[in-house]
């Protein structure tokens, strides 16, 4: 990484908290303008008071030991036959 002089660093890191600020108002006008952007995209600007909720999150189902020993059956079977293609 290049040196750089410690002038030049003070600057770049006071430019960045300017830009930081900025950014913030931004935010907070846009907040201010479309105060149903704070609930997330899901909810519609005609319910500004919903709640979003978390995300759905799908259960995960459990295999038995006899589903496992079938998948793993079919699967051997399933690379068996890819092996013998390959070979002739």
Do not use: C, T
Not at 14 to 31: D, F, N, P, T
Not at 49 to 70: C, F, L, N, T, Y
Request: proline content about 5%; aromatic content about 4%.
């Amino acid at each position: 990484m290049a040196k750089h002089s410690h002038n030049i660093l003070e600057l770049a890191r006071k430019g960045a908290m300017h830009r930081v600020q900025e950014l913030k108002a931004e935010i907070a006008s846009l907040m201010k303008a479309f105060p149903h952007l704070r609930y997330g995209s899901a909810v519609s600007p005609s319910m500004p008071d919903a709640v979003e909720e978390g995300p759905i999150r799908r259960q995960q189902r459990k295999m038995s030991a006899a589903q496992r020993k079938a998948v793993s059956a079919r699967m051997k079977k399933y690379w068996a036959a890819r092996r013998k293609a390959q070979e002739g």
